[in-house]
């Protein structure tokens, strides 16, 4: 059974492992850096396949660079590469987290699924949504950090409100490693798979999540929810500014301002028309505090400033939100500008630029 293993490369030292098709999409990159450092992160996914289905084909393809990152346009073009090449299995233990990559990574997925391509992906590390572990038909996998299961074993955490193959929680036993990872948890599923399909090559989708849920353990429940927002994250040191009722367009207009003036900014709006703009809800919990919205967005984005447009008019959001550092909102002839120990008018959004320059000067 060949398996399309997208990582940072392998390199076969202590086990024999099959591996038919080497392919890099780093450009001028090798499957060993010139310092002699090997892809470890690769290898180990790729031993962990090979430990459940020793009689796994892997079509290695290279979409990680010598530290350990890619970006969409590699990852995109490695998937198209899988769909021309008649791949069955795809196992990725990488995924984005970036709203700007959804839609781009739904559209090179979908003639994958389309085409009975069965695929596996990680989730982020911080167990918040990825992509494409979280797209329907792709087998989502985290790990098992509170040591509910054994080694290998695996379960579906049932939630109403998601699909069973995006919920899947697998025990891997990474000693010696002290971190457990969701990237050597996903491979666990992979290998079962490979296992099956090698009995079963005409399986489809649903057929191997009833054989997923078959093996499956039952009658213990994973605590641990997957999430939209990250948590323990320290605190911010770039400018929080909101826009309460503000005209449509205008967040939109001061964020460019500043995009031309080499910052570089990200606008969060609670009913988004920007395309540029990330919906409020994408990484805001219900139970979780704008606070930790923030903190997603600035650890996702690391952004100059951030912008937040909000419908509502919210007078009191300086005293709910202690963490938005500036506040503008409309007045009968401009703007009113209110910081922590400032209260300043504007008559257009170019003065509110100006201000904002002064408040930080």
């Known amino acids: 059974m060949k398996v399309a293993l997208i990582d940072s490369g392998i390199f076969c030292k202590e086990k024999t492992m099959n591996i038919v098709t080497q392919k890099s999409f780093i450009p001028c990159a090798i499957h060993s850096n010139r310092n002699g450092a090997q892809p470890i992160h690769g290898t180990i996914c790729a031993e962990i396949i090979h430990d459940i289905y020793p009689g796994t084909e892997f079509v290695d393809l290279r979409v990680m660079n010598k530290e350990g990152t890619t970006n969409i346009t590699v990852l995109v073009e490695a998937l198209k590469w899988c769909n021309n090449n008649n791949i069955r299995l795809i196992h990725m233990s990488i995924g984005t987290i970036n709203y700007f990559d959804i839609e781009v990574l739904r559209n090179v997925m979908e003639p994958l699924l389309k085409n009975n391509v069965i695929i596996v992906a990680a989730y982020h590390n911080e167990d918040i949504w990825t992509y494409p572990a979280g797209f329907p038909g792709v087998f989502g996998v985290r790990q098992d950090r509170c040591d509910i299961l054994k080694n290998n074993e695996f379960l579906f955490q049932e939630e109403q409100s998601e699909n069973s ?13 002290k971190e457990p990872a969701n990237s050597f948890a996903a491979p666990v599923i992979t290998g079962y798979i490979a296992k099956y399909l090698d009995s079963n090559p005409t399986a489809d989708f649903s057929n191997i999540l009833d054989y997923l849920k078959r093996r499956a353990v039952i009658g213990k429940d994973y605590p641990k929810r997957i999430r939209k927002t990250m948590s323990n994250r320290n605190s911010m040191d770039i400018p929080i500014i909101a826009g309460i009722k503000l005209k449509k367009g205008e967040v939109q207009e001061l964020s460019q301002i500043f995009d031309e003036d080499n910052y570089y900014t990200i606008v969060l709006q609670e009913s988004k028309n920007y395309q540029k703009a990330i919906p409020m809800e994408y990484y805001l919990d219900e139970d979780m505090s704008i606070h930790n919205m923030l903190q997603t967005v600035n650890f996702v984005y690391m952004p100059d400033i951030l912008f937040l447009d909000f419908a509502c008019n919210n007078v009191k959001i300086q005293n709910k939100h202690s963490e938005i550092d500036i506040c503008i909102y409309h007045q009968d002839d401009g703007y009113k500008i209110v910081a922590e120990k400032e209260l300043r008018t504007a008559k ?13 000067a």
């Open 348 to 360: 257009n959004v170019m003065q509110i630029y100006e201000i904002i320059n002064s408040i930080y």
């Open 165 to 177: 193959e995006n919920t899947i929680v697998a025990h891997w036993d990474n000693e010696p490693r």
